[in-house]
C-alpha cells in the first residue's frame, strides 16, 4: 500500500464507483491505459481518485469522442507528457530557456492531439452529411408519393 493517507478502493469498489466491470478495469491495466495507484500486502489492486478521474478520462474518449481504446492510448500518453511537462514548469525551478524549451514541447503535443480530434471531427462531418442527403432523398421521394397520389383518382 502507498504511505499516502489517501482512501483506496478495491478494483469491485472502483468498478462500481467509474460504473464499469473489474474486467474492463483489468482489460485497460492490460493496455497500458490504467495503473492501480497502488496494491495490498497480498498484491491486490487500489485505486484512487486520480484512477477514477483516468477511468473517466477513458470512458469520456469513447463515447463522446468515439475513439476506440488503441486510439486512446496515445492520447493518454500525450495528456500524461503535458502534465508531466506542467508539473516541471509549475515547479519554478527550470530556467527560462528550459521554460522555452517545455512550452515548445507542449506546443507540439498539443498541435499533436488537435489533428487527432480535427480527423474525428471530419470523420463525422463527412458522416453527417450522407445522413444529411439521404433525408433531403426521402422527404423527396415522400413528395413524389403525395403528387402521385392527388393525381390518382
Do not use: C, W
Amino acid at each position: 500500500m502507498t504511505a499516502s493517507s489517501e482512501r483506496l478502493l478495491s478494483i469491485g469498489q472502483a468498478a462500481t464507483a467509474a460504473g464499469v466491470t473489474p474486467r474492463t478495469l483489468r482489460y485497460y491495466e492490460e493496455l497500458g491505459l490504467l495503473r492501480p495507484s497502488a496494491h495490498s500486502v497480498g498484491g491486490a489492486r487500489r485505486y484512487a481518485d486520480g484512477d477514477l478521474a483516468r477511468i473517466a478520462r477513458i470512458r469520456e474518449l469513447q463515447q463522446l469522442m468515439g475513439f476506440n481504446l488503441d486510439e486512446i492510448a496515445p492520447i493518454l500518453a500525450a495528456e500524461d507528457s503535458l502534465e508531466r511537462i506542467r508539473s516541471e514548469y509549475r515547479s519554478g525551478k527550470p530556467t527560462s530557456r528550459r521554460r522555452r524549451e517545455l512550452l515548445a514541447e507542449a506546443i507540439e503535443i498539443n498541435n499533436r492531439l488537435r489533428e487527432r480530434v480535427r480527423d474525428k471531427v471530419s470523420l463525422i462531418a463527412g458522416f453527417l452529411e450522407e445522413l444529411d442527403a439521404k433525408a433531403v432523398r426521402y422527404r423527396q421521394l415522400v413528395e413524389e408519393i403525395d403528387e402521385g397520389a392527388v393525381k390518382r383518382p
